[in-house]
């Protein structure tokens, strides 16, 4: 599966209204690139840009880091992620347990922990959910969510992998006092440079100036 890196996302906030809001999207990884390796028996794959899942025993598998900046004053209560559009990837898979992590400085020969049978002997696809979110803080004054995605989904008993190339994600926020310390003032020229951080590490930068924090 190999494709030019590209990632196309369109945000669509819903009303807010006096005590909820919403925050929808669709993501796009269609440009992203699945590479494939052996490891004795095992396979591993990985995507553009992706991290891997850490749960030992568990499919090592891939998971997509998302920066999402949302209304101030607002906190993220859940995230709800379903696929917009399925890919069966060809092949027959022994998906690579994850395994403890190390320190460099660990040179003892690592003892491998075998898959898990509760997952691996199981006709449940993993993960079983597709998104979560990790956290929620500030940057420069801007209000960030943090999630992980995860669009690769294995069914152990068949060995077989899915790829969600669009996934849609629902964010439910809710008013909360998240603590943030107060921008201060700021110049034009510092004002612009902190949108501008912020919209490079955001998925909906459309939003960065909306969302802007008031400055004292």
């Known amino acids: 599966m190999r494709s030019p890196l590209k990632a196309l996302f369109t945000i669509v906030l819903a009303a807010l209204a006096a005590r909820a809001a919403a925050l ?24 553009d840009g992706a991290v891997m899942t850490t749960e030992v025993g568990a499919p090592a598998l891939p998971a997509l880091g998302v920066n999402i900046v949302v209304p101030q004053g607002m906190r993220v209560t859940s995230v709800t992620c379903s696929q917009v559009a399925t890919e069966a990837v060809e092949g027959s898979f022994l998906i690579l347990p994850a395994q403890p992590p190390r320190p460099l400085s ?8 075998p898959p898990d049978p509760a997952v691996y002997g199981s006709a449940a696809p993993y993960p079983s959910e597709l998104g979560r979110v990790t956290g929620q803080s500030s940057m420069q004054g801007y209000n ?12 152990p008993e068949q060995r077989t992998l899915e790829f969600f190339p669009r996934l849609a994600l629902d964010l439910a926020l809710e008013p909360a006092e998240l603590g943030y310390l107060p921008i201060g003032k700021r110049s034009e020229e510092r004002r612009k440079a902190a949108e501008d951080d912020v919209r490079s590490v955001v998925v909906n930068p459309v939003d960065v100036s909306r969302f802007a924090p008031s400055s004292n």
């Open 24 to 47: 929808q999207f669709t993501l796009d990884l269609s440009g992203r690139e699945l590479r494939f390796s052996k490891s004795g028996q095992y396979d591993f794959v990985v995507l």
């Open 144 to 155: 960030i969510a943090s999630l992980l995605v995860y669009p690769l989904r294995y069914s």
């Open 106 to 113: 660990d040179t003892k020969p690592a003892t491998f922990v």
